[in-house]
């Protein structure tokens, strides 16, 4: 299954910041689009990813006064991608191996979805209910 199938499903909106937002506008964006990260972007650019899991580390390191700091100055400046055309089986690979659980979608260098590795067990998942029902009405009727 290509990752533009994945996106036909869930739809393609991407929580997207701006790096100059505070820490703590970021939180509450966070909340509010009910996601664990977000793409940091300047000027229609992707530029970043930043993630729950980064907050929390940051705020482990720097305490309470990171709430102040700018987005930019902690997001991941190195944006792992995917395009539509992608497989689900390729990224569960670069996922695992890069120990990442989100990925930004690029088709033609412009932000288009983003995938999470939820999204991609569930996709994996659909696609072994659909074999397994194959199998089975295989050998009702054979």
């Known amino acids: 299954m290509q990752i533009s199938e994945v996106l036909r499903n869930k739809g393609s ?8 937002i505070s ?22 650019a992707v530029i970043g990813i930043i ?10 390191e720097r305490g309470p006064e990171l709430l102040c700091a700018r987005v930019g100055d902690i997001m991941s400046k190195t944006v792992f991608i995917c395009a ?29 979805g983003i ?7 569930k996709s994996r998942i659909t696609e072994l209910q659909i074999e397994r029902d194959q199998l089975e009405s295989y050998i009702e009727q054979g």
């Not at 506008?25 to 689009?33: C, I, K, N, S, T």
């Open 13 to 20: 909106a991407v929580a997207t910041v701006d790096p100059d």
């Open 23 to 44: 820490v703590s506008e970021l939180v509450g964006d966070l909340a509010r689009h009910n996601v664990g990260a977000v793409v940091v972007v300047d000027n229609d």
């Open 51 to 60: 993630s729950e899991r980064d907050v929390v580390r940051q705020l482990h």
């Open 84 to 112: 539509p055309e992608d497989t689900i089986d390729s990224l569960a690979l670069t996922m695992t191996e890069r120990r990442i659980r989100h990925l930004p979608v690029l088709d033609a260098g412009k932000l288009v």
């Open 115 to 121: 995938v999470s590795i939820g999204d991609i067990v």
